[in-house]
Nanobody, 115 residues
Framework: QVQLVESGGGLVQPGGSLRLSCVASGSFFRLYAMGWYRQAPGKQRELVTRISSSGSTNYADSVKGRFTISRDNAKNTVYLQMNSLKPEDTAVYYC?????????WGQGTQVTVSS
């Protein structure tokens, strides 16, 4: 079974940066695609970015050019580097691993962008 543990959320000023980390405990991490989702109060959960097992990436238009997803297979870790943060980026961010026919989720980490 896959377990995901997130860290790195917090309070940051507009224009600032945060780096989220998600450590996976399970087998065959290097074979998984990984994604970051976020959900703000009153809004649907949305896909922010994902990275394939081979390193291919995609991004939501709202974060493209500001956020970068990366992975370190040796450390079983996926990262989300967030730059030029905006108040509308405020949300709970979740790490996701679609493994076979089941989705695994982290506990979520709060990101608040406010002056």
């Amino acid at each position: 079974q896959v377990q995901l543990v997130e860290s790195g959320g917090g309070l940051v000023q507009p224009g600032g940066s945060l780096r989220l980390s998600c450590v996976a405990s399970g087998s065959f991490f290097r074979l998984y695609a990984m994604g970051w989702y976020r959900q703000a109060p009153g809004k649907q959960r949305e896909l922010v970015t994902r990275i394939s097992s081979s390193g291919s990436t995609n991004y939501a238009d709202s974060v493209k050019g500001r956020f970068t997803i990366s992975r370190d297979n040796a450390k079983n870790t996926v990262y989300l580097q967030m730059n030029s943060l905006k108040p509308e980026d405020t949300a709970v961010y979740y790490c996701n691993a679609p493994v076979s026919f089941r989705d695994y989720w982290g506990q979520g980490t709060q990101v608040t962008v406010s002056s």
